[in-house]
């Protein structure tokens, strides 16, 4: 984009495409409306809510109303959220009636619950009709609209969820059965207020196409497809990404965020931890005369802490993410505890035998650490054992505290962890010491 | 699951699910068949292909079969790669001739390549069918098992790919207009060998519910659908996680990992990250003499290296999800490295304003620091500025690296980071100090 093209250019989609992520809003617009019919419309619907609204926001009024009646009400609704909330009623002035109506009614939900994320519009059918009636019957309702089609629900005259045929099935049965006959009474259901992350979990689970979303009179209200479901995933493993690296989630792309918003996203948590952090210097200067009479002691510090933050964030990542994956709940705290005992005590071992062994080498080659060197490498072995159980287990309990309490467990994060066990790790380190070098060197 | 139950209990799927995270394979098989007929079916599809395989071999081979043939080729592809390979042949002899035929073929590509994902069955038409004939020839192919029709593909004489149809399209085209009318030619399509994660971002970014996988003639060999990708999704952002936690991925979920191979998986990663942390203990040995004349500077050496560390930890895991997005690009190195540099600048100030406060606060109160505190509390200033920008930059930077040397950017774990940072943080500490301190404390 170093030169803006001229009135005559043509830009194919993959140009486009290319140059999308470091454009100006200005020259997204330019580049799109320099795209030809055809491609245009496939560009624009594979835009995100909020570079749809950008682009619909920096065109004429006239293509505006062209690009916004291509949306389907839940997908129109996603951007109206991305717009200032005095401009939203000048959009919604330019979709039809049923539309405007529906995307109100859509915009009512919480953006992360099952009723924000559904489509009002799913093919439906009468438990009456038969296989033939209902093709002709769907063949009509495709005309105005429908989105999605590959589930078709069943529902009584008062709009109640009755069942569910797949178009595979509807169209396998022979001509003349009834859909009464054909179709399965099971169907997994979703209330309108559930929270996305628990939808995905569900139609992951299930390896559904498409849930209703019903109301508490089983009234269906909208349907959710996977292919918004692959969004929800992705935008959660972000979050949870994010938050294990010790900072808030971003809300936009990291090239999209702007520097304020990515400071202020990152020096909260940043800061936080920081006065955590100060209180090792408080715990260094408990024991400032011990250093003061054998430096050694000072040198493993680093060695010491690290190994129990690396352990710990190992353990909490695991646990996080099979909690995410409902692989591992709450009342499996018992089981995990057993486990990671255990692998802490293993982990100990192998990392303390590593340390010892450089102890004595280094000792052989260098005479680094002096005449009492077997007890500083039993201090620095037996402190290993101690700290990495130590972060192994708070590591993997931390995460079923945090959800006991009703919080995210990705806050358990991996810099957080780390800052939990270097406090209790110097304490751990230097107690040791004082109980094995009292005497000797201390 | 503490009593077995007798012959007459009907357990149900509810029961039974809850039951399952902690239920021994025999247990899993009894409960199993303790399943009403029509639970039994559902209960079986939502189970992952390696649990499917554990019921499929604990069962009776009569059963075996029923529950083998209820599986698409693509997915009873996935319950024989979970299968030793002994056993595999012995299970496809349960299946049909083509059923077999087509596992076979599947069984041909790697697990995570788009051939390895397919369904080769797919509903497909000529070009020069009518809508009415197209809407009966499909009535006809959806008895013979087609997994998914929402997609329709237009094939020419040698099963090259002309164009595709949605099923809303079908439906809401007047009766007779042909295929060839109705079809769009622009068909997003994926060759066999291409990774799962590049297939799933593709199907993310375009809105798709399916995308077909064609050979170098163009012609057609399946189908991958959305419903597979959500799986892929959540595999490769767990895989992702866990290596950021600073460990190899786990294949199993969490409970379900023996113990020795949840060691292994961690062992090796935390002892390398062990003999890294170690060149922290030299590091620290070569400032021996100026910790044993200002104890006061190793008080502050946690604090420090743990800042680095966290701000890098930030750093790093940001750029590795957008990578992983495809938000941020190798050519993108620059700007990113731009806005780093600032964000590193802006942070480690904020810190160090933190940090001197606290220095001031109890200087103040407790006279901690002695004579020179204002000296120390400006070491402890400039070498956060330092350490949080060293982190910050290095932190965004290693994923650019390690992916232009072709490996999983998600290497570069927040310990991984920590212990990069800790052993030049140490230099930067103590070479500010030097500068500083010399001539008073040094």
Do not use: C
């Amino acid at each position: 984009m170093d030169e803006t093209p001229t009135s005559t250019t043509i830009l194919s989609a993959e140009d486009l495409r290319e140059a999308w992520p470091v454009a100006s809003s200005e020259d997204r617009v330019l580049g799109f409306s320099r795209l030809p019919p055809d491609e245009a419309q496939a560009f624009f619907l594979s835009l995100s809510a909020r570079e749809q609204a950008e682009l619909v926001l920096g065109i004429g009024a006239n293509a505006r109303r062209l690009w916004l009646r291509l949306l389907a009400p839940d997908d129109l609704a996603d951007v109206i959220q991305q717009v200032e909330l005095e401009r939203r009623a000048d959009l919604l002035a330019l979709v039809d009636e049923p539309t405007r109506a529906e995307t109100i009614g859509l915009l009512a939900y919480a953006e992360d619950a099952a009723g924000g994320l559904m489509n009002p519009r799913f093919a439906r059918l009468r438990p009456e009709m038969t296989m033939d009636e209902a093709i002709s019957y769907l063949r009509r309702q495709a005309r105005r609209e429908l989105e999605t089609i590959y589930y078709v629900y069943v529902l009584d005259r008062e709009q109640r969820l009755l069942g569910v045929v797949s178009f595979r099935e509807l169209f396998a049965a022979p001509p003349d059965r009834t859909v009464h006959e054909v179709m399965s009474e099971e169907v997994v259901t979703v209330p309108e207020e559930m929270d996305q992350e628990d939808v995905a979990r569900l139609i992951a689970d299930h390896d559904l196409l498409a849930v209703p979303v019903v109301d508490a009179e089983r009234r269906i209200r909208g349907i959710i497809t996977v292919d918004d479901i692959v969004d929800v995933v992705e935008e959660e493993a972000t979050e949870d990404i994010q938050k294990l690296g010790g900072m808030a989630a971003l809300d936009l792309p990291y090239l999209d965020t702007s520097l304020p918003s990515l400071l202020k996203k990152r020096a909260g948590w940043l800061s936080v931890l920081f006065l955590g952090e100060l209180l090792t210097a408080s715990a260094m200067g408990r024991f400032e005369d011990e250093i003061a009479r054998a430096v050694v002691l000072a040198l493993f510090v680093p060695l010491i802490i690290s190994s129990g933050g690396n352990s710990g964030s190992q353990a909490a990542t695991l646990i996080i993410r099979a909690m995410a994956l409902g692989e591992v709940r709450l009342r499996d705290w018992w089981r995990v505890m057993q486990r990671e005992v255990f692998a802490g005590m293993a982990l100990g071992t192998i990392l303390a035998t590593l340390g010892m062994i450089r102890l004595a080498v280094w000792q052989s080659l260098f005479d680094t650490y002096g005449e009492h060197w077997h007890l500083v490498a039993i201090t620095v072995g037996l402190s290993l054992v101690g700290v990495v159980l130590w972060g192994t287990v708070s590591g993997s309990m931390l995460p079923f505290v945090i959800r006991r309490l009703g919080a995210d467990p990705a806050s358990a994060s991996a810099p957080f962890i780390a800052t939990l066990v270097d406090v209790s790790g110097l304490v751990i380190y230097f107690e040791v010491a004082r109980t094995i070098l009292g005497g000797t060197l201390l």
